[in-house]
């Protein structure tokens, strides 16, 4: 599903080389619900963004759904991007004038989806995680658990193998956040969430520890 080896990633900072990633290693099969733990710098975002095929690796291979990232260029890794990951972010990025319905209905539109169609998937999505009856609420309607769960919907809508959470509860308050967390843990789909909360990591089953760009302890090796 999804395979690194050595896989680095450098950044240029004023004429100096700033190795974010210096040689992951990582395998995580369907279905599986893994947390990326580490203190702040240590490359989990560069990770999560390698991983969400948002960026390339400087050197080193990345396989997702069989594709080797690598070889890519910008239209097939959006391509791949979009057929395979749905990303939830920490600030929910919900299109502020656009009701519910039609922000979960949106991703849909880029895959030729009937209007009909969409409308009907996306208020499924909606469903379920519990927000039948906010479908045509906008953003500054909900609180900010209830947007959190219509960007799930959204994320979800296209039925991706993989979901992306960068710190999904960071903006939520406990109650919020562990509602936000028990809708994760009843997917099926593979499951990367990057979090700074240890209650948060512990709803995964696998813990993966990045320190310096390096994984310092993966609990499934
Ligand atoms: P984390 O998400 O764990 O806080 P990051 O992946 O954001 O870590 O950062 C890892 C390292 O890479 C840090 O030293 C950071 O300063 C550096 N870094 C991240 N993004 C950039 C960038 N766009 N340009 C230069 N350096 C960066
Ligand atoms: P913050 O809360 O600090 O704004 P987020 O966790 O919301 O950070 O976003 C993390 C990173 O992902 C940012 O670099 C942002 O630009 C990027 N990002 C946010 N939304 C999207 C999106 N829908 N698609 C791709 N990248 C995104």
Redesign the pocket.
């Known amino acids: 599903m999804i395979e690194a080896v050595d896989l680095t ?1 450098s ?3 004023e004429g100096v080389s ?4 210096r040689g992951v290693n990582l395998t995580i099969g369907p279905g599986e619900f893994a947390a990326i733990v ?12 390698l991983l969400g095929c948002l960026d390339r690796p400087t050197s080193g291979s990345l396989r997702i759904d069989g594709v080797e990232v690598a070889g890519l260029n910008d239209t097939q890794m959006a391509e791949l991007r979009n057929r395979t990951i749905g990303f939830v972010f920490q600030s929910f990025h919900l299109l502020a004038r656009t009701s519910a319905l039609e922000n979960v209905a949106l991703p849909l539109v880029y895959r030729g989806i009937s209007r009909n169609e969409r409308i009907k998937r996306a208020k499924a999505a909606l469903e379920a995680v519990g927000l039948a009856h906010r479908l045509d609420h906008r953003p500054s309607q909900m609180s900010g658990g209830e947007q959190q769960r219509v960007a799930i919907a959204r994320a979800l809508v296209g039925e991706p193998a993989v979901l992306l959470a ?1 710190e999904p509860t960071g903006n939520l308050d406990t109650r919020n956040g562990a509602e936000v967390m028990r809708i994760l843990d009843g997917l099926d789909c593979t499951r990367i969430v ?1 979090t700074h909360e240890p209650e948060v990591a512990a709803h995964a089953v696998r813990q993966i520890h ?1 320190r310096d ?1 390096l994984i310092e302890l993966d609990t499934a090796t």
């Open positions: 990633r950044y240029q900072l700033v190795e974010a990633l580490g203190p702040s710098g240590s490359g989990k975002s560069t990770l999560m963004h960068d990057v990045v760009g």
